[in-house]
């Protein structure tokens, strides 16, 4: 399963069935490696020697690798392709004139891309600040 881009020295080496299933928890629990092995059918007296001795051999470390990578590569294009989607609503909510369903394509599109997480700081020119404090006194004035 994770034996595509080995080595010839790492081919030799094949992972057991609870190696994998210990990897794939791995991978899949946080990279909690102890509930891993547990997870995998270790018995729990020993699941933290084991886990640790399993973090340290060179084929398993490998199949976390190409796990994380092939993970990695399905994300990727799970993004792509809701991103596309959205731009697709966008236009089309521009098209017939949907204020709120284009603002809600475009706020989904930035929330997939982590960019309603970002803190933007606006500088506003002195001279504009200036006028808008004048328009307020005149409006207080009245």
Known sequence: MYRNHMTDTEALVRLTSK???FVQHYCTNGGNATQAAI????????????SDENMHKPAIKHA???FR???????????DDLLLE?????DLAKEVQQPSALTG???GKAKLLGLDQLVVVHKVDD???D?????????SDK
């Open 19 to 21: 190696q994998e299933a």
């Open 64 to 66: 976390i690798d190409e």
């Open 86 to 90: 959205l731009e697709e609503a966008r």
């Open 39 to 50: 997870s995998a059918g270790y018995s729990e007296k020993t699941a933290g020697t084991i």
């Open 69 to 79: 990578a092939e993970r990695a590569e399905k994300a990727r294009l799970t993004v």
């Open 127 to 129: 001279s504009i600040a």
């Open 131 to 139: 006028r808008l404090s004048r328009g307020r006194n005149r409006a």
């Open 105 to 107: 394509a475009t706020m």
